[in-house]
């Protein structure tokens, strides 16, 4: 099994929505963590977002010495939901193609990449589909076009580090390396797979799209926060593999023989949102308000 871990910027962090009926509006400048403008220019360096939330448009820009820990916990879950789950779920689904419908072994180029494009899917699908929900039912002032850059950005992020999971998750094998030794390994090299793939994106979309924003110091520092969490979603997800003998998350997230195709996927998706939960729990307690990218 293998999984992934995303949203676009308004002001504070690429999953977050800006809000536009107080009279701000979107800076001229690209990016994923879209700056706004305000009256007051100096306070409105408080409120930049990254592409993984949004900031409710219908309410004021919370500060971030305003933000609670319930407000951080309230935007991790509306990750988890929209991206994390989506990219779990996505990235095993494409596993099945890949192997039973395609012949695909899982150690060939053409597995890891099938699965990096069901990573892809999964975030795309999730974060525009979640937000078109939310447009529809809840805040109609959200962009979709600015929507669908975010998820275009955050999904090609998704499909580094769901490229590469099977290939170290093999080489774990290959290697005999036991369970927290894969997991340490896995959540490394695809947390860096992502962070690199934000970089990349950012550099090769922020010039033709509005909705994201070129990398500067800042986005850096949110970018390498979030490619944390999205990295212990990928080190949760090796759980879902059964064939280590001291995996002590299979009670939780195995995925054994005989189960089916949607369940599997299901428990795919509810072990990268467990993963990313775990870690980016700890950076909301952790963090200064302000300082988390989720601010």
């Not at 935007?75 to 193609?97: D, L, Y």
């Not at 005999?176 to 962070?195: D, I």
């Not at 979309?205 to 070129?214: D, S």
């Not at 996927?265 to 909301?284: E, I, K, P, Y």
């Amino acid at each position: 099994m293998t999984h992934r871990s995303l949203e676009e910027a308004s002001t504070k962090n690429p999953m977050e929505r800006q809000p536009s009926t107080f009279g701000l509006k979107r800076q001229k400048s690209r990016s994923i963590y879209p700056t706004m403008e305000t009256e007051d220019e100096e306070e409105s360096l408080h409120n930049s977002v990254h592409p993984m939330t949004r900031q409710n448009s219908r309410h004021e820009i919370v500060k971030g010495d305003d933000i609670t820990f319930g407000q951080r916990m309230l935007s991790t879950v509306e990750v988890m939901v929209s991206k994390i789950f989506p990219a779990g779920f996505g990235w095993q689904g494409a596993s099945i193609v890949a192997g039973d419908y395609m012949g695909l072994d899982d150690s060939s180029a053409g597995f890891a990449l099938a699965t990096g494009v069901g990573d892809f899917t999964g975030v795309f699908v999730g974060h525009t589909g979640y937000y078109m929900l939310k447009k529809i039912f809840y805040d109609e002032s959200i962009s979709m076009e600015h929507e669908a850059q975010t998820g275009l950005l955050l999904a090609s992020a998704a499909f580094c580090s769901g490229t590469v999971w099977q290939p170290v998750v093999n080489f774990c094998h290959m290697t005999n390396m036991g369970f927290n030794a894969s997991v340490a390994l896995t959540t490394a090299v695809c947390g860096g797979a992502f962070f690199g793939g934000l970089r990349a994106g950012r550099v090769l979309y922020a010039p033709r799209f509005e909705g994201i924003e070129e990398g500067n110091f800042d986005n850096l520092k949110n970018d390498a926060a979030l490619s944390l969490s999205i990295g212990a979603a990928t080190g949760c997800f090796v759980g879902t593999d059964i064939s280590y003998s001291d995996n002590w998350l299979r009670p939780i997230v195995g995925i054994e023989e005989g189960i089916s195709v949607p369940t599997g996927m299901c428990v795919a998706g509810t072990s990268t949102a467990l993963g990313f939960l775990s870690l980016q729990s700890v950076q909301n307690v952790v963090v200064p308000k302000g300082k988390n990218w989720i601010d």
